[in-house]
Nanobody, 129 residues
Framework: QVQLVESGGGLVQAGGSLRLSCAASGRPFSSVAMGWFRQAPGKELEFVASISWSGGSIGYADSVKGRFTISRDNSKNTLYLQMNSLKPEDTAVYYC??????????????????????WGQGTQVTVSS
């Protein structure tokens, strides 16, 4: 059974930092891309960042570029999102996700939710002003 479990969310003041982690289990994820999405109350699911299986292709939403850094440790089957200079508009539930099989193995960005097959349960990030 495939599982993605996020952790590291919480309450932080504007300008602060948080590091999210996503532990993958049930199958090796070292050969597929992974990504982070977020959803604020009343808003649609939004792409945040993606990283290819080797880390050779990384993409960010314009709203987080320069503040967030996505990384992965394939030996630990873990995905990370370092979030710095947080703003109140970053408040959302953050989800990690991964595509399945061959379609996740390309060296490119994966920005659309429908490119992903597995999703975590989400972790809440709240940034106070």
């Amino acid at each position: 059974q495939v599982q993605l479990v996020e952790s590291g969310g919480g309450l932080v003041q504007a300008g602060g930092s948080l590091r999210l982690s996503c532990a993958a289990s049930g199958r090796p994820f070292s050969s597929v891309a992974m990504g982070w999405f977020r959803q604020a109350p009343g808003k649609e699911l939004e792409f945040v960042a993606s990283i290819s299986w080797s880390g050779g292709s990384i993409g960010y939403a314009d709203s987080v570029k320069g503040r967030f850094t996505i990384s992965r440790d394939n030996s630990k089957n873990t995905l990370y999102l370092q979030m710095n200079s947080l703003k109140p508009e970053d408040t959302a539930v953050y989800y990690c996700a991964a595509p399945d099989g061959v379609r996740g193995g390309y060296q490119r960005e994966y920005r659309a939710p429908n490119e992903y097959d597995y999703w975590g349960q989400g972790t809440q990030v709240t940034v106070s002003s």
